[in-house]
């Protein structure tokens, strides 16, 4: 019970209905709120055409304004506990270095663990990534570039679109996995990626004591979110993992990691790295000596990083 306490603090998922003020990898959401420079905003839009606050988002356009922006979908950690949180999205770090290189940034919600089990989530995710691509005139977005971006569960679920991308259902082991669902008005749409990132997410759900960190408790965020144990139904582990999942076909994913993580271990980011690596994936990874979970993340150099990789994989 410690452990999933400790998740819901550091993806700022306190209560499922709560909505701080963005900030600092998903501590600085309960400190202060982000005025971000834009030349545009919507808040609260629904992107499946239903009346649940877990089905909408936030949409931010650079200030400088251009006919059609290129766009990252930026998700919210919460151990995948809370369902409103888009506005604690990583708004001064992430979100702001994107929006300052020309990024269009839509920050969405999606259903909690308490909602709905999984694959809801990913489903969720999916009829954004569709959104955005039926609704891009209205918006300025351009199509042509839809990259996914998360902190912790969220880079948990931006790496699953990623290595996914493209495969609507598939098999893993005993399981019959539904990746695309049925949210939203475009399911005429693709839901294809063009570009991850993935920051401190856990992406191996098979090994989450792969290194040092904090004892799980009775039950652990992914044992809620399945309604299951590890040891009881292995495969449904396996097919909330991303790792699962990579191929040659996977678009470029960045990863970035802290080496002192004792919420999800660094081992997670580098077993990721290597697999992609060895699939011959377009690929970086940093990880941090002194990185915690959030803390020590976000600086000016990794954020860099993040654009350069983003803006590479766009060419």
């Not at 009775?218 to 449904?236: F, G, H, I, Q, R």
């Not at 470029?252 to 002192?260: Q, R």
Request: proline content about 4%; glycine content about 10%; hydrophobic content about 35%.
């Amino acid at each position: 019970m410690k452990k999933l306490l400790f998740f819901l603090l550091m993806g700022c998922g306190l209560t499922v209905s709560a909505q701080p003020g963005g900030g600092f990898g998903g501590f600085g959401g309960f400190q202060r709120q982000v005025q971000l420079e834009t030349s545009q905003q919507w808040k609260d839009v629904n992107y499946a055409g239903d009346d649940q606050a877990y089905h909408t988002c936030d949409i931010y356009l650079p200030k400088q304004e251009a006919e059609s922006y290129p766009v990252v979908i930026h998700i919210y950690g919460s151990a995948w506990f809370s369902n409103n949180s888009k506005g604690a999205a990583d708004l001064g770090t992430i979100v702001k270095a994107l929006l300052d290189n020309g990024f269009a940034v839509v920050c969405p919600n999606h259903r909690s663990s308490m909602d709905a089990k999984w694959p809801a989530q990913i489903h969720d995710i999916r009829a954004v990534i569709r959104f955005v691509r039926g609704e891009a005139k209205k918006y300025k977005f351009d199509p042509s570039f839809i990259a996914t971006s998360g902190f912790s569960s969220g880079g948990h679920l931006s790496s699953v679109a990623a290595t996914t991308s493209g495969i609507k259902q598939t098999k893993v082991g005993t399981v019959d996995i539904d990746l695309e669902g049925k949210v939203g008005n475009y399911l005429d749409q693709p839901s294809t990626v063009n570009a991850a990132c993935d920051w401190s997410g856990p992406v191996d759900l098979t090994a989450m004591d792969c290194g040092d960190a904090m004892k799980m408790g009775e039950n652990s965020p992914e044992d809620v979110l399945l309604d299951s144990k590890l040891a009881k139904e292995p495969d449904k582990y396996l097919s909330l993992s991303a790792t699962n999942y990579v191929s040659k076909n996977c678009p470029p994913i960045i990863i970035f990691h802290g080496e002192k993580d004792n919420v999800v271990p660094c081992c997670q980011g580098k077993k990721f790295y290597e697999l992609l690596k060895a699939a011959g994936v377009t690929t970086e990874a940093t990880f941090v000596p002194e990185g915690g979970h959030g803390m020590g993340m976000y600086a000016e150099e990794n954020l860099n990083k993040m654009v350069s990789f983003l803006k590479a994989a766009k060419k």
